[in-house]
């Protein structure tokens, strides 16, 4: 079965600095990968998505997300973090056998700093 | 226009109740999810319906019971609420793959607070 582990379930930046939220991905066959932002109070939005073509990439707000088959890895990154990022981002892969489940990482609370 | 509604936003209920939660959503999907959210953000898939035909029954009690009037429709019953099933519930649904996999777009959530 497919997992998901993100390191560090609270980062912290300043406004302007890089944002790097890391995560690593379990699978025996070629993922899907997600990443989802959930603001205070609402629901999930994704950011961009994985579906093996190209290994860079990009998604909404700034955001992109690197495939690293070799290091079983999606980190998330923004060169620039802007006080309105300020959420919960979560990752997630899919369930290969046979239905469209996510299998989501536990979180990762992020703060920016002014 | 909301793509996926959730009804009630908040509810808070005694133990021992029944209460429902409803979804809808007006994507034209094929696919409806049910997942929760525990106290420490975790979220874990709990059902799925596609075509109004249940897909994914992961390892819930059967206090929980979802139900499919149509394919834009999605709800959530739970019987004899207990403590342990305060929590946020979100729907989710998508297009159903065709060799693929889709994007699901969620709900606002439900925070359901057992007293």
């Known amino acids: 079965a497919q997992s998901v582990t993100q390191l560090g379930s609270h980062v912290s930046v300043s406004e302007g600095a890089l944002v790097l939220l890391r995560c690593n991905y379990s699978?025996?066959?070629?993922?899907?990968l997600f990443w989802y932002v959930q603001y205070p109070n609402q629901g999930l939005q994704l950011l961009l998505k994985?579906?093996?073509?190209?290994?860079l990439v990009k998604g909404i707000n700034g955001f992109e997300a690197e495939f690293k088959k070799s290091e079983t890895s999606f980190h998330l990154t923004k060169p620039s973090a802007h006080m309105s990022d300020a959420a919960e981002y979560f990752c997630?892969?899919?369930?290969?056998?046979?239905?469209?489940?996510?299998?989501f990482g536990q979180g990762t609370r992020l703060t920016i700093n002014p | 226009d909301t793509a996926v509604s959730q009804t009630p936003k908040y509810l808070v209920t005694q133990m021992g109740n029944d209460k429902s939660i409803k979804c809808e959503q007006n994507?034209?999907?094929?696919?409806m999810y049910w997942y929760k959210q525990d106290s420490k953000k975790f979220l874990k898939i709990m059902f799925s319906?596609?075509?109004?035909?249940?897909?994914i029954n992961e390892t819930v009690p059967n206090r929980f019971s979802p139900k499919s009037p149509d394919k834009a429709h999605l709800n959530l019953h739970i019987n004899s609420l207990e403590l342990g099933d305060s929590a946020v519930y979100f729907c989710?649904?998508?297009?159903?793959?065709?060799?693929?996999?889709?994007?699901?777009?969620f709900g606002p959530g439900t925070r359901l607070t057992v007293l």
């Open positions: 994507l034209g999907h094929d696919t």
């Open positions: 319906y596609n075509n109004k035909e249940l897909i």
């Open positions: 699978s025996s066959v070629p993922p899907y």
């Open positions: 989710a649904s998508s297009q159903e793959s065709r060799g693929g996999f889709d994007t699901q777009y």
């Open positions: 994985y579906t093996s073509a190209a290994t």
């Open positions: 997630a892969v899919s369930d290969l056998q046979g239905a469209q489940k996510l299998v």
